[in-house]
């Protein structure tokens, strides 16, 4: 008897390993800047104007191109925060924004790309989640292999 126990407990073993992620599996390249979940950060921040180029979503990067008045966006902060609601729907939901801040005083119009590293919202038992990002009129789906999280 002991030996089928030993053997049904070896089997289950290697299917919870096989189940089972492996950070090895993974060739992450890192991001420019992580984003931030606070909601009361999300509440409060004010952002100036921008006007988006390009979203992209690759590994668990978001890929941000803005174009905004400046002089050279050397002294720009982007910040892309989310809130810590998840919209109850299948699959789940974040909703995010991006916190822009410019102090130049230039008329001319100036593009920025900035990456930020998803990690951190995604749902746990999920493998894939909604982003809606205010100001951007499309909702973008970021699909992740299993819980990556920081």
Do not use: H
Not at 71 to 79: A, E, F, M, R
Not at 99 to 126: H, K
């Amino acid at each position: 008897k002991l030996p089928r126990i030993l053997i049904a407990c070896f089997c289950f073993i290697l299917l919870l390993m096989n189940t089972q992620c492996d950070d090895d599996d993974f060739d992450y390249v890192p991001c420019d800047q992580t984003v931030v979940v606070d909601d009361s950060f999300f509440e409060s921040a004010q952002t100036r104007e921008y006007e988006f180029n390009s979203l992209e979503i690759s590994d668990s990067c978001l890929f941000v191109n803005i174009s905004a008045s400046g002089c050279d966006g050397n002294s720009w902060s982007l910040v892309l925060v989310a809130s810590d609601d998840v919209g109850d729907s299948f699959p789940e939901q974040r909703y995010l924004k991006l916190v822009f801040t410019n102090n130049e005083a230039c008329l001319a119009i100036v593009s920025q790309g900035r990456s930020f590293d998803l990690r951190p919202i995604q749902v746990g038992g999920a493998n894939e989640i909604i982003l809606n990002i205010e100001g951007f009129s499309e909702s973008l789906t970021y699909t992740y292999l299993c819980d990556t999280q920081l």
